[in-house]
């Protein structure tokens, strides 16, 4: 049962990357939902951003690293209508060489990406199922490939994320489910613009340039989208040629 009008649920949606996500789903005529844990007014103005650009959208706050309140904020969003595009963008950064990690930084860390990865698929599958369709976009990191210092607990819990994506897809295949992960490299943000100078990136990067965080809404999107239906347990980059 392929539903015309689909509901989307990005969490992370009020960062910037997650931002881009909703509006590109929500221009493709998705309901959205904009997930957020602490930034419920950035949230909303995503949301309002995408209704004012005649699509349809709503905030919803919960933290993702919680089961029982996530599963609670969950079903109500699944009173109106099933799930049918889910983007697990909610992450963390905590950095530190791993000799000075602390046990906290690392459980943080792996709560929010993989856990919180959990918390949220795990109650939408069923009814996700139940309709023949659907598409989970995973947003993992270059990091979760080729590694990186001071990051043990972030390529942990991104790798592990690559991991289950694959495994999953393999699960719902047959359904008409398809399952990705997307893994940008440098991306431009408040963050990163700070971390990165040019002559970094042009080191870093063969592209020498951050990229965008439209060019990785563009591909989630379309990973989203009827014409990606053959597409399955991959790990794509977006990262401007970092091998």
């Keep these: 049962m392929i539903i015309e009008r689909k509901s989307a649920l990005v969490t992370g949606g009020s960062g910037e990357i997650g931002a881009a996500i909703c509006a590109r789903l929500g221009a493709a005529g998705h309901f959205v939902y904009v997930h957020a844990n602490r930034r419920a007014s950035e949230a909303q103005a995503v949301a309002r951003a995408i209704a004012d650009a005649g ?5 919803v706050v919960f933290d993702v690293t919680d089961r029982v309140s996530t599963r609670a904020a969950l079903e109500k969003l699944l009173v109106h209508a ?6 697990n963008n909610a992450g963390v950064y905590d950095d530190a060489a791993f000799p000075a990690m602390s046990s906290e930084q690392w459980r943080r860390v792996i709560d929010v990406s993989l856990n919180g990865f959990y918390n949220v698929t795990q109650p939408l599958m069923l009814p996700m199922i139940r309709t023949r369709w659907g598409r989970i976009i995973n947003i993992s990191s270059v990091t979760s490939i080729k590694g990186n210092r001071g990051q043990v607990n972030y390529a942990a819990a991104k790798g592990a994320l690559n991991s289950a994506t694959k495994a999953l897809s393999l699960e719902v295949a047959s359904r008409g489910i398809t399952v990705n992960a997307v ?3 440098i991306i431009a943000t408040a963050m990163t613009d700070s971390l990165f100078d040019a002559a970094t990136l042009a080191e870093l990067v063969p592209m020498k340039r951050a ?7 563009s591909l989630v999107a379309y990973l989203a989208s009827l014409d990606a239906g053959y597409i399955t347990g991959q790990i794509v980059s977006v990262n401007g040629g970092m091998a």
């Design 55 to 59: 699509g349809e959208a709503e905030a």
């Design 82 to 87: 099933p799930i049918q595009v889910l983007v």
């Design 183 to 185: 893994a940008p490299g």
């Design 211 to 217: 990229g965008t965080a439209d060019e990785v809404a």
